[in-house]
Antibody, heavy 118, light 110 residues
């Protein structure tokens, strides 16, 4: 059974940093592109970033470029999102997702809540 | 990157069909065959319904179908059931390793 479990969320002050992790199991992690998507309370999903199988090709939304960095450790079956310079408007549930179909995440984790507030 | 435009709401009676539109530009929806559709129930993660404009992943009922014409994609839910009441989002590849989601449509089963 495919499982994705995010961790690392919590309360952080504006301008602060957090590192999210996503533990993957039930599939061959190194064979898939992976995504981070966030969803603010009561709002729709917003794509954040994507990384290829080897970790040498990344894409980030313009709104997070230069502040967020997606990475992965295939030996540990784990996806990461390093978030720096966090802003209040980035308060959201952050999901990791597997791109099982071309251009489309098919399995999503339950998400981890990041709250940016003083 | 601007969000794709969806109608805020749609509704239908059980057994009827409802169609949701998703309008983008030639830089996203119209430029690639990578529109996907998701269903989201309250408090849950999105669930993939359609990929590559019109392909249905295994396990998704054939009541759900996708299509596209120019810069507008559509999702049709046929034979509406009570459990189809949810929020629906489209998404598209937007080039340069970027993706964009739609504004979302709340479907109500009357």
């Amino acid at each position: 059974e495919v499982q994705l479990v995010e961790s690392g969320g919590g309360l952080v002050q504006p301008g602060g940093s957090l590192r999210l992790s996503c533990a993957a199991s039930g599939f061959t992690f190194r064979n898939y592109w992976m995504h981070w998507v966030r969803q603010a309370p009561g709002k729709g999903p917003v794509w954040v970033s994507r990384i290829n199988q080897d970790g040498n090709k990344r894409g980030h939304a313009d709104s997070v470029k230069g502040r967020f960095l997606i990475s992965r450790d295939n030996a540990k079956n784990t996806l990461y999102l390093q978030m720096n310079g966090l802003r209040a408007e980035e308060t959201a549930v952050y999901y990791c997702a597997r791109e099982g179909e071309p251009g489309a995440p098919d399995y999503w984790g339950p998400g981890t809540l990041v709250t940016v507030s003083s | 990157q601007s969000a794709l435009t969806q109608p805020p709401s749609a509704s239908g009676s059980p057994g009827q069909s409802v169609t949701i539109s998703c309008t983008g530009t030639s830089s996203d929806v119209g430029g690639y065959t990578y529109v996907s559709w998701y269903q989201q129930h309250p408090g849950k993660a999105p669930k993939l319904l359609i990929s590559e404009d019109s392909k249905r992943p295994s396990g998704v009922p054939d009541r759900f179908s996708g299509s596209k014409s120019g810069n507008t994609a559509s999702l049709t839910v046929s034979g509406l059931q009570a459990e189809d009441e949810a929020d629906y989002y489209c998404s598209s590849y937007a080039g340069s390793d970027n993706f964009v989601f739609g504004t979302g449509t709340k479907v109500t089963v009357l």
